[in-house]
């Protein structure tokens, strides 16, 4: 936008107060003073967990125990003696060594996370029992000395240091990646166990400030920069770290089931990922190209309620469901991708509209009897593939696993072949037109490039994966019905594809793992889940538009006016606040 | 004939209530380019207002002739509050963003809205009785059609609004203020005119008219429903562009064209495609042809093209 030129002039900084507040403390207390006030503080924090917080036993973790800390008191155990170690190491050679970017932020975040913690089980009590009665003192001096561990963080100096992540020998470089990796499998299987909801909220904000407070210590970079050089290991590590999940379930079908969901929902984000974040298209509809392929899977499966009796091999049904897809998506883009962007996202959404109603009509009286309309495709028979029947438990490796398991694996061998399509298409001239053409159109078009062919390309590609995947889905839902494919479905996958960070492999995959794995886990919440959703939409763009992973390029695009903002807005002289900030990037 | 006439009055009913929600999203993308995706919302939000002035407001034997107009005005109050909350909340900060941040903002208010409304107004659950509050005989129409006194009051004050609009944004000085923010906003900004006012405006004009709409809509069709604002919304904004977009005769006529074209479906499309099940198949049919064949709408688009 053209508009887009005139930042507020005058605006200030919206933590100004704090950060002056901040500069007076750290003015007044040396840095070599604060870190061990901070270390005690954090001990007396975890110290607090070992006491009773609650007066009933009922609250999960059994949280009435004075001696050893159940339930969510570990994590804040963990956390605060993190806080403790990161604040007194930082300073040594070894913290040098080992915490390159410093530790004062990570401090803050540890000590934050720890905060979140304590006030949340402590609230979570006082609502569970009817009152804060029912906290014990224990819970209060927590909340105190919790407090006074997040005040005392801001004496810390701010971290100036700046580092260049070294490069190691191959083989620590590959342990590194893969303890990474190992880690994150056993976070998610942990997350997977934890069956009470307050406790996997505590467990959920450990995790994140574990996360984020090790992105703060350099580790991101680190990390990064290793995965950067040996991507074709990491990303071949990552799918083995994805194929040993069932292996933790065993013949459990229940969280399989829930894997194998997120399996179809990742693969289907990461091909909107392509439409959306690679060439910049907004496609409010892309569930309907999903549909078009489950349709065509559970019309050619051979189910009873079919009303096709024609039953090829599934690969050929899966050529078939996707080249309709690609037939729709070609259909829908051909004429609106000649016009502006805007108008793409509407007729997306009318198409997501007109195809859910179209198979909601064609039931024999609205229209000819094909989908059964609202009743759907019902009993859609397990995939056989090559005489393996994907209904039946196998046993690999000496571990039996339950049924959904072969649904998994083989959505991980879909996944692998749409991550190679997003990877190599953004490797190529292509994937560099794409990212011309979200940019700046006109200019990509005076460079050379023919715009609407590709953003067609892009956009029947991405129609063409999706009716792919969706032939599988008709299998795993083992129903297909109109209502799987409504709007709010759309608005999810972009919203996985936006809370992880567009135009990345990663950012789809962990906002699908957020999105499906957060209602499992709080199913009371059920009513609400929407609501929070759509207000987490609404905080994610406000705050961090970039994703949870950003994309260097796009986070810088989405903050340039921030930056610009601030930087007129801050006195002259003034210190530049951001200095650490594009450190991160 | 008779048919003919009656679907003609059905349509334009319809086509009243679309062309005011379309207002609302013409002025709002003329001035910030933004397709404000919460204005369906809105709509939904002025039809509770109203409903909810109604219920819990006014007493229960107030005459109609004033039940009516304080309705509108509780409608009307909780459309622009909200609209006025969305855009200094949530559009606002996001004026320099890429164009996708807004748009995804504006899913995640309509999300957030109907599912406010949805567990928090009493009842609203489910569809919810509107008062019918004009009564009497059917007025004729000649060739044997009628048309509901509701919905000849909906028609006649949805032209007065679309007349006052007209008029306010040709004459008075706020109205050609927002023309020539429309046109630069950074000139418009050179000469004087706070342009954060006349986006702010927009939404309270556009919100206006949507809660009109959202009234008009419970009187005729005697329910109203937290879902009622995505297709309603849906629709106006395809009216917006097959009209033009930025352009405010071409959001009516885009309006009233595309309630015509629906209700004449629903009467005319021979065999098992007629019918109300494939009306809003149709709607979207005739987007994607204007798109095709005069892609800047019936009467041209009035936004420089900045994308």
Known sequence: MSTATAPALGATSRSG??????????????????????????????????????YSGSFPGNLTV?????????YVVVLAALTAVVAVVGPTPAGRRFLPAGTTGAVRVLSFGTVAIVLFTVAAIAVEGGGLVWVVWGGFLAVVLALLLLAAGRALRPDERRFRPGVHPAPVEFVVIGLVLGAALFAFVEALAIA???VFAAYAIAVATGVVAASRVGWGRVIGAMSGRHSGVTVTAAFLMAAAFPFTQGADNRWLNVAANIGIFATVAIGLNIVVGLAGLLDLGYIAFLGVGAYVGALLSGAAASTIGWHPPFLVIMLLGAASSALFGI???????????????????????????????????????????????????????????????HTIFGVELGYFANYFFFELLLMVFVVIVFVRANASRIGRAWVAIREDE???????????????????????????????????TSSVTPDQYQFINSAFLLAAVVLGGMGRVQGALLGSVLLLLLPEKFRFFADKQLLFFGLALVLMMRFRPEGLIPNARRAREFHEHDDEADALGAPPGAPVAHATKVDRL | MDQFVQQLANGVVLGATYGLIALGYTMVYGIIQLINFAHGEIFMIGAFGSYATYRYVLPDSTPVGVALPLMLLGGMVASVAIAVTIER?????????????????????????????????????????????????PLPLGFGATISRAKAVVVVVAIVCMIALATFIRRSRTGRAMQATAQDPDTARLMGINTDRIIVTAFVLGASLAAVAGLAQGLYLGQIDFRMGFLAGLKAFTAAVLGGIGNIQGAVLGGFVLGLVETFAVQYVPGQFGGGAWKDVWAFIVLILVLVFRPQGLLGERVADRA
């Not at chain 1, 050379?448 to 590709?454: D, K, Q």
């Not at chain 2, 909340?89 to 748009?103: D, F, G, I, K, S």
């Not at chain 2, 949805?118 to 659950?125: E, M, Q, T, V």
């Open chain 1, 17 to 54: 107060v704090l950060d002056r507040v901040d500069a007076r403390v750290q003015a007044a207390v040396p840095d070599r003073l604060a870190r061990p006030v901070v270390a005690v503080a954090a001990l007396a924090t975890a110290a607090s967990a070992f006491l009773a917080w609650a």
């Open chain 1, 66 to 74: 004075y001696g050893y800390p159940g339930g969510a008191q570990v």
């Open chain 1, 196 to 198: 009470e909801p307050p």
């Open chain 1, 331 to 393: 259909i829908i883009g051909a004429p609106t991708l000649r016009l502006r962007g805007d108008y793409l996202a509407i007729v997306t959404l009318g198409f997501g509209e007109i195809f859910r109603i179209t198979v909601n009509n064609l039931d024999g009286s609205s229209g000819p009897k094909i989908t059964n309309g609202p009743n759907g495709i019902p009993g859609v028979p397990d995939l056989k593939m090559f005489g393996f029947d994907f209904g039946q438990p």
């Open chain 1, 442 to 476: 006109t200019a990509a078009a005076a460079m050379g490039i023919n715009t609407v062919r590709l953003k067609l390309l892009a956009f029947a590609g991405g129609a063409t994966l999706a009716g792919m995947v969706g032939t599988v889905q008709a299998h795993v």
């Open chain 2, 89 to 137: 909340l949530a559009y606002r900060p996001l004026r320099h963003a890429p164009r996708l941040a807004p748009l995804i903002t504006a899913i995640g208010i309509s999300i957030f809205l109907q599912e406010l409304v949805r567990l928090y107004f009493p009842g609203a659950k489910s569809k919810i009785a509107f008062p019918q509050l004009i009564g009497g005989d």
